[in-house]
């Protein structure tokens, strides 16, 4: 009996151990054969939170599997900077021509004669995503029952009529306000009720502005640095999207105020008054426009696109400077003037205080610095071409004036509203 128990144990035994290492190559074998991301999930020391990472890629798995182009975008949306990148070719060329009936005579530069148009076949191209042409339709259908206000001086009114001609692809607009000598003016797009002002405000706050037949200052100007400009203050909460812009005018003769009270001038020779930096105006102007955006309780969105940076070569716009060129230069090939350079440095720190303060107030207010990619196209400015043919009609002296400053239409500048429309629409 005992022999025949051994026996007995001794296989009960060897089954175990054979059932023991069987099972374990069994184990073995579905373990390897798992896909990478279970392994992952096994190895992983934090069960519990691992559990709902799985949990969220079933989910998204189980909703949407996109395309990688679609990831791409996804990516590129979350990371993208719009305003720093490149200017790239553009074979397609610009949405609307030279015929455009919105283009200012001085804008056409195609029609004014300008011979070259290969500044017109370049795109700007963000460095970590891709920026999509300019869509009128997506834009209007966006925008219906809304209404935009760009408020500046006369590149604000530039970037307007290059708003103006894209949305015109896909319908003309009515003109409800028409202010003499063209500088204000509102359209309106009845199949989206939508509305389109520019305001024309080249200092923000309140200026005694006297000109002659030409439109040019004949005395100093007075300016309030303590009040909102008539012209738009009191409109202003209308408006669903807003754009301030100012620059070069304050490099204008004027007599500054602060509550009514003469504070001093700037380059006012004849006038025994304290003489004061434009830089202390301009200052001021932003700080008192900016506080009082951010104090308004406006429930838009409020843009500051920072100065725009002029191309003048060899001189400037009274003592002949001209500008050339007839490419894109990349980054670091032409350095900021001075003097742009101060503008700038003053609005985005003025900006950058009130956007601070803005967010405590639930005020949506942003800084727009086309400056970068706008500082790379001295190609872009009318030149000569601000006047129709004008080598045909030279000065006593053989000199034509050369405009460095505005931008030619189509031109450069229709990229701002293909940043602006990716910021506005798709957020």
Known sequence: MRIDYLKHKSVIL????????????????FFHSLPQKTLLVMEHPFHEKTTNVTEQQNTLVSEHVPEIEDQLSYINT??????????????????????????????????????D??????????TNCDLPSFDPHKFLNAMRNKAWALIGDSITRNHVKSLMCMLSTVGQPIVLYEEKGFKS?????????????????????EADIIEDINGVPNSEIELHLDKLSSKWKNQFMNFDYIILSCGKWFLR????????????????PKRNLIELEFTFAYRKAIKFVLNSMVSSNHKGMIFYRTFTPDHFENGEWSNGGTCKRTKPVKEGEMEIKYLNKMLRDIELK???????EASRNGVNLRVVDFVPLSLLRPDGHPGPYREFHPFDK??????????????????????????????????
């Open 253 to 268: 003769s004027a007599i500054y105020y602060e509550n009514n009270t003469i504070l001093g001038c700037h380059s006012c």
């Open 350 to 356: 003025e900006v950058g205080n009130a956007v601070i």
């Open 394 to 427: 030279r000065d006593k002296n053989g000199e034509v004036q050369n405009d460095c400053l505005h931008w030619c239409l189509p031109g450069p500048i229709d990229s701002w509203n293909d940043i602006l429309m990716e910021m506005v629409v798709n957020g």
């Open 14 to 29: 060897k089954l175990v151990v054979i059932t023991f290492f069987f099972g374990f190559a069994l184990k073995l074998i």
């Open 117 to 126: 148009r290969e500044f017109l076949y370049w795109k700007w191209a963000p």
């Open 78 to 115: 979350e990371k993208c900077d719009y305003l720093s990148g490149d200017w790239v070719p553009n074979p397609k060329g610009p949405l609307y021509s030279e015929d455009c009936n919105h283009i200012e005579p001085y804008q056409n530069c195609l029609k004014n004669g300008r011979p």
């Open 185 to 205: 003016k509102t359209w309106h797009f009845p199949s989206y009720n939508f509305t389109l002002s520019v305001i024309w405000s080249p200092f923000l706050v």
